[in-house]
């Protein structure tokens, strides 16, 4: 592409991934579950994640690691940021704490506005899709995202209803942003974005205490309220059934409608259960075995995942200059949205 196609577009310029060391095998969330190890392994697609000890690897500390990677990445200078924008968890170091201005200034974006957006695992498209925006529009030039999960921390293995959540990893990553980027400079050009929530699913995921509706106690923590819990587990699951497929193939058509782009080559999708991603993908026109990664080492890592998977795709060779790449995600709420990015280098 000539720069003067591109003269005032937004590109992707760099990026940055983190996890932590420490990591759980599929044959050991068997053991801990009671669920049978292949289906652990081969329907919900778990053959390890990583997890974050206790003491260490906050969201926040995850977010500067993956940050401090694509500013390089990017050849970007903290003090040329314009924005930082979290867009992970809201389960992180503390509550009601910006977790985006503790990141901006450990990484010395000392001339940054710092500001947080949440979307859960929906996340990442979103947050391209807004940070976009304000990279069109005046006084923000260079823009820093980054996300973070650690949300295995919630997830109880003795409640059955919850199992889904059972792949739920922890790690980082990150993404540079900028508009009028110099042709060598691009990773990859930004086109549109597309999302739809269904609010009906608003309470099907929840943590039953720590919140307004009803306070942390001494009562709520003896009772194991700070968990992650799905109340009507069959309920969820067979409204779900009926209109995830529709909604994910519309955000993604519509997406690469409004960004003229006919065929995906390479999609980085969400992670969920082995079955459906291939479904996914064979109904988009993608190849599971070529045209994606499939997060079976790290499980699901909210909204991480597309950056997780792109990243895996270009140390394998599944993704190449020219190439249209599909972020696609979806997230308890129920948001699915996607992003169409043009690959460059």
Known sequence: MSREEYAGAVALTGFGTYV????????EIAARSGIPEDVVTEKMGLRRKHVCPPEADHCSDMCVEAGRDALADAGVDPDEVDLVLY???????????????????????????????????????????????????????????????????????????????????????????ESDAEPGQVRAHVHESAAITDGSFSRDVVMPAGGSARPASAETVQHGLHTLDVPDQQGMKERLAEVSLPNFREVAETAMERSSVEDVDFVSLTHMKRSFHELLCEELGCDPGSESYYLDDYGHVQSADQILALSEGLERGLVASGDSVLFLAAGTGYTWAATCLTWQS
């Open 20 to 27: 932590p060391d420490q990591t759980v095998s599929g044959a």
């Open 87 to 177: 867009h992970g968890s809201e389960y992180k170091d503390h509550v009601v704490w910006s977790a985006a201005a503790d990141i901006a200034a450990r990484l010395g974006c000392s001339d940054a506005f710092a500001t947080e957006s949440y979307s859960l695992c929906a996340g990442a498209p979103i947050a391209i899709r807004q940070v976009k925006a304000q990279l069109l529009a005046d006084h923000v030039d260079t823009a820093l995202l980054v996300t973070a999960s650690r949300e295995e921390d919630l997830v109880d293995y003795d409640n059955e209803r919850s199992s889904f959540m059972f792949n739920f990893g922890s790690g980082a990553t990150a993404m540079v942003l």
